[in-house]
């Protein structure tokens, strides 16, 4: 039997992640804003910013200032099978239209996280972003891992590289 994601809309107009196409690897992440205050942060401290109403496009906004990065929320929990994550990566169409970066990406949704999903959105730009209720905002990007145990003891050396960082150095 196919395993499956357990998914709770935490309002009725709320959007599940949608595949684009058939091939799509990432489901996309909506923004849900409705009746919303929205976390956010800068090098500061942290803040509650309010939604706005767009009368003639009837829906809910909110602007994100410059370097800040927002806890962006998307009105739904989910239940990943065990094994599995939930990777949160940026919308190249995102990025390349309003500049925003996902700053932790990707991002990792552990399989019994309980709350509602957001994703951390960041603004590294000089003025403010509009995000809007409803917009594909990220995606998720579902990856199974593996857990081994940790054993304490002496690394050897198991090859003939030393130094530098990273794979071959910098």
Known sequence: MAESITLELLYPDARAPERATEDAAGYDLFVYLTHRTVTCSDYSGTSEVPTFRDREK????????????????????????????????????????????????????????????????????????????????????????????????KVGKSSSRTGGFGSTGI
């Open 58 to 153: 009837k829906l809910s906004y909110f602007e994100l200032p410059p370097n800040a990065t927002a806890m962006v929320p998307l009105g739904f929990k989910a239940k990943l099978p065990a094994g599995c994550e939930a990777q949160i990566r940026p919308r190249s169409g995102t990025t390349f239209k309003k500049g925003l970066l996902i700053p932790n990406s990707p991002g990792t949704i552990d399989a019994d996280y309980p709350e509602e999903w957001m994703v951390l959105v960041r603004n590294p730009g000089t003025k403010n972003v509009r995000i809007e209720h409803g917009e594909r905002i990220a995606q998720m990007v579902l990856s199974r891992f593996e857990v081994l145990p940790i054993e304490m003891g």
